[in-house]
């Protein structure tokens, strides 16, 4: 079987599509308007615009996309993200078609404009088949359609066995707070450091390592450093997928509060390590966490709130005992890769 991915050839999550099916012994291709800066084996990569962004690279693409997949000629054109890549994939005219919704794609950009909705739903309309990674991102979906039947998948991206499998037994820092998500708006990094002025103040040992990098990071250094958080605040950058695992197994709590998200996949990391959870308020947070249960939510953006829920978990150990078989339970019975992308193969099968 032949496949065509549409999408950012660098963003990890996309590479694990890539290398889930190369693997598995298909001809991959991958159309993508900036290269891999480290490519998966057995995966071609076809560039839309020699690596260019913005809206002329956009344009190049639309005169480009047909030309390039009439030559690829898949058995599947499979387009991740429906505003963009997903409506390069209608115009070019190729089905079998698969859209896949990521999150904002569905979540926000159908709120922005009268023409973001108008082009989702286009394309979702399009499609032969959708998926994606939660229900409440599937519920969505379906409204957009208004009525319209498709196939659509609910597949979480998950954890690999053999990731899960390899997950050390190890005594968390009991004072450590992780956050892993990227330095963009929407994922509200700035009222987790807000919050953390009020955290040192009632648990002194209290200790953040923020990861992720993006345009807020300067920002937020600074909002760091105004805030006189240096000693209890640590910027590591990027991590490495392996590096992820370790801070996630020493931390006894991963913080994640964003304004909308899907099913966040250092979400489920952060369950199958035993790091406890503390979340804002999305649909798709309570997909996974209980409150008071397996986890803490709180209202998204509310620093005062978030505190108060920092400081509970760092000091009720038995809460986040408590959180941990039942997380792994979680993960163990819903939430690992391989079994998830099996029913993409299936659907893949189903369409041809």
């Known amino acids: 079987m032949r496949l065509c991915f549409l999408g950012d050839a660098g963003s990890i999550h996309l590479q694990r599509w890539l290398t889930y099916f190369a693997n598995a012994g298909y001809e991959v291709h991958v159309i993508s308007f900036r290269p891999s800066t480290n490519p998966v084996s057995g995966v071609t990569e076809h560039l839309l615009a020699s690596g260019r962004s913005g809206r002329f690279a956009y344009l190049k693409g639309i005169a480009k996309i047909h030309k390039l997949v009439n030559n690829i000629r898949p058995d599947i054109l499979h387009a991740h993200y429906a505003t963009s890549f997903g409506l390069l994939a209608v115009l070019s005219g190729r089905h079998p078609l698969v859209v896949s919704a990521w999150g904002s794609d569905v979540l926000v950009a159908p709120e922005q404009s009268f023409w973001l909705r108008n082009?989702?739903?286009?394309?979702l309309r399009a499609a032969d088949a959708l998926t994606s990674d939660s229900a409440y991102m599937s519920l969505r979906m379906e409204k957009l359609l208004q009525g319209k039947k498709k196939r659509?998948?609910?597949?979480?991206?998950?954890?690999?066995?053999?990731?899960?499998?390899?997950?050390?037994?190890?005594?968390k820092h009991p004072w450590q707070i992780v956050s892993l998500r990227g330095h963009l708006k929407i994922y509200n990094i700035d009222v987790i450091i807000r919050a953390m002025a009020t955290v040192v103040k009632?648990?002194?040992?209290?200790?953040?390592?923020?990861?992720?990098?993006?345009?807020?990071?300067?920002?937020?250094?600074?909002l760091t450093h105004s805030l006189g958080l240096e000693h209890a605040i640590e910027f590591v950058g990027q991590l490495p997928h392996a590096r992820v695992q370790a801070y996630l197994n020493e931390s006894a709590v991963s913080v994640s509060v964003p304004s909308s998200d899907a099913t966040a996949v250092s979400l489920l990391e952060t369950m199958a390590c035993g790091s406890f959870p503390v979340l804002s308020d999305v649909p798709a947070n309570r997909e996974w966490i209980e409150d008071e249960v397996n986890g803490l939510i709180v209202p998204s953006g509310?620093?005062?709130?978030?505190?108060?829920?920092?400081?509970r978990s760092l000091q009720d150990s038995a809460l986040r005992e408590k959180a941990i078989a039942v997380n792994r339970e979680k993960i163990r019975a819903k939430a690992i890769w391989e079994d998830n992308m099996a029913e993409v193969e299936a659907l893949y099968r189903q369409l041809i």
């Open 202 to 222: 009632i648990v002194p040992q209290a200790k953040l390592v923020l990861a992720g990098e993006g345009p807020l990071t300067s920002s937020l250094n600074s």
């Open 119 to 123: 082009i989702v739903q286009y394309v």
């Open 302 to 311: 509310d620093a005062h709130a978030l505190a108060l829920a920092l400081i």
């Open 152 to 171: 659509l998948l609910t597949v979480t991206m998950g954890v690999s066995r053999e990731w899960f499998a390899s997950i050390p037994e190890t005594d």
